[in-house]
């Protein structure tokens, strides 16, 4: 069992960053890879950022073109999703996710969930 807690979601202008965190408790961290997706109202659930249980190996979904970062601390049980140049389309409920293996895009492969961290975009 894992259990995941994702915090730092907020209200910010377009044009600003945030940062994600999701804390992990459990099982050991290191051996999951690790998912962000995002969930706008009406829309279904989109995979935003992967990294594998090492860190060596990120996955991004096409909408992020380089404006969003994963990243791991094996240390510290936590995956981190820096985003910047915020749109008022990245409008939506993010939530971290865990699997054993490889990161997949497909929401389905994934076991565990955090209860998710809205961030909202103003224009």
């Known amino acids: 069992q894992v259990q995941l807690v994702e915090s730092g979601g907020g209200l910010v202008q377009a044009g600003g960053s945030l940062r994600l965190s999701c804390a992990a408790s459990?099982?050991?961290?290191?051996?999951?890879?690790m998912g962000w997706f995002r969930q706008a109202p009406g829309k279904e659930r989109e995979f935003v950022a992967g990294?594998?249980?090492?860190?060596?190996?990120?996955y991004y979904g096409d909408f992020v073109k380089g404006r969003f970062t994963i990243s791991r601390d094996n240390a510290k049980n936590t995956v981190y999703l820096q985003m910047n140049s915020l749109k008022p389309e990245d409008t939506a409920v993010y939530s971290c996710?865990?699997?054993?293996?490889?990161?997949?895009?497909?929401?389905?492969?994934?076991?565990?969930w955090g209860q998710g961290t809205q961030v909202t975009v103003s224009s």
């Open positions: 459990g099982r050991s961290f290191s051996d999951y890879a």
């Open positions: 996710a865990a699997r054993l293996g490889r990161v997949s895009y497909d929401v389905l492969a994934y076991n565990y």
């Open positions: 990294i594998s249980w090492s860190g060596s190996s990120t």
